[in-house]
């Protein structure tokens, strides 16, 4: 257990819907990542965020937002749902993810599943 | 740009025997970390094992080693007395030190079975 925790665990929905992944840190971990693991692009970097503000945006739609709230838990809004937003996605942590500090491990959430129909 | 290399997309092992996973990098960042998951069926993503780009001497944490070559760019993976357990879905992973985040770049993955 990584001590990351993702709800809900599967999303089965459909096109043009929208929906909430919601993410709970480790204890004390001051970053909250999101990633996409889908079958033809692999593993993408979403989004960041460090201790409330956003810290970095990688490869994020922008139909896709996120937020995280002052108890440091995290949220990844989906709107506007494709066929190919159906993808597994994490939620990960770090203590801190500043820049600079390359020696952050990451631990990951078990993920949600999303299903778009 | 950062890139992960991962070239074995899958990989059978007898139980009990070593195998290495390879992963070969690239970055112009001085510095930088590089790290294994592993992924099981089930889909979570476990943190097995980092490197520094300026330890000195390669990780280990268990079974688990990493054989780290910085001039060759490469950070293979070595799982010794392979157990059926062990079968999943390998990323290697690296972080550099440079831009304003620690977002991580992933390679492509290599699916490893264990055979009993």
């Known amino acids: 257990d990584s001590g990351v925790t993702q709800t809900p665990k599967h999303l089965i929905t459909a096109t043009g819907q929208r929906v909430t992944l919601r993410c709970s840190p480790r204890s004390g971990d001051l970053s909250v990542y999101w990633y996409q693991q889908s079958l033809d692009q692999g593993l993408q970097f979403l989004i960041q965020y460090y201790n409330g503000e956003e810290r970095a945006k990688g490869n994020i739609l922008e139909r896709f937002s996120a937020q995280q709230f002052p108890d440091l838990h995290s949220e990844l809004n989906l709107s506007s749902l494709e066929l190919g937003d159906s993808a597994l996605y994490f939620c990960a942590s770090s203590a801190l993810g500043v820049a600079g500090i390359y020696t952050d491990t990451q631990y990951f959430g078990p993920g949600t599943r999303l299903t778009v129909l | 740009a950062q890139k992960i290399t991962q070239t074995q997309p899958g990989m059978f092992v007898q139980e009990k025997e070593a195998v290495t996973l390879d992963c070969t990098y690239d970055?112009?960042?001085?510095?930088?970390?590089l790290f294994w998951y592993k992924q099981p069926s089930s889909g979570e993503m476990i943190f097995l094992i980092y490197?520094?780009?300026?330890?000195?001497q390669n990780a280990t944490e268990g079974r688990y080693s990493l054989n780290f070559q910085k001039a060759r760019k490469s950070a293979n993976l070595v799982i010794s007395a392979s157990q059926l357990g062990d079968s999943a879905m390998y990323f290697c992973?690296?972080?550099?030190?440079?831009?304003?985040?620690?977002?991580?770049?992933f390679g492509q993955g290599t699916t490893l079975q264990v055979k009993p």
């Open positions: 992973a690296m972080r550099g030190s440079s831009g304003n985040t620690g977002k991580l770049i």
């Open positions: 970055t112009s960042d001085q510095s930088y970390g």
């Open positions: 490197q520094g780009s300026y330890d000195e």
